[in-house]
């Protein structure tokens, strides 16, 4: 690993990726490049490419750290309700944090394609103690994320009333119908 005359220190993935979040969430993706990566960690543009490829690379990187900070539920005593209220109100929580990123996630869908996510996972394991049979469980999870999604993409868009309370109780609706349903057995 090079070191950086100016910096003194090698450089981490993790401080990579830490430090292009931070230009993400002041910016937007669209601020985002190699050169000013660069320059927010005080190294040649060049030292990054021996840690990430390209700045789609980059990106992926950054969506895996973002993904990993969110706080979700642990598989604890409280009832799979509560878990799945807890889990849908960590993604708001993290899309609020990360809207740019959140939305440039949004626009490439294969970025959370990947099923081994742990987001994905908790859902999954959320909705087996709800008693969604094994085989409804993907469709189920699509269908819940993206319900979820498009509340929280109408508010980061603009769509809902700009009042926090009434976003709240936007959201909130949304997990009760989500609830609701589950306990009705419409996931099957």
Aim: glycine share 6%; net charge negative; charged share 25%.
């Amino acid at each position: 690993m090079a070191v950086s005359a100016r910096r003194g220190t090698p450089l981490s993935i993790d401080e990579i990726s830490a430090a292009a979040l931070r230009l993400v969430d002041a910016g937007g993706v669209e601020a985002l490049s190699m050169r000013k990566l660069a320059a927010e960690l005080a190294v040649n543009p060049m030292s990054l490419y021996h840690h990430v490829e390209s700045k789609e690379a980059l990106l992926e990187l950054v969506c895996a750290t973002a993904a990993r900070r969110m706080s979700l539920p642990t598989d604890d005593d409280r009832s799979w309700q509560e878990q799945l209220r807890a889990l849908a109100f960590a993604y708001h929580r993290h899309a609020r944090e990360h809207p740019a990123l959140w939305i440039y996630v949004h626009a490439h869908p294969w970025m959370v394609a990947n099923r081994q996510m742990s987001l994905w996972q908790v859902l999954e394991r959320i909705l087996r103690l709800a008693g969604v049979p094994e085989d409804e469980l993907r469709r189920t999870s699509d269908v819940l994320y993206a319900f979820v999604s498009g509340i929280i993409l109408s508010e980061l868009q603009g769509h809902l009333p700009d009042d926090p309370e009434e976003t709240g109780r936007s959201l909130n609706t949304a997990i009760e119908l989500i609830v609701r349903g589950l306990e009705g057995g419409a996931a099957g």
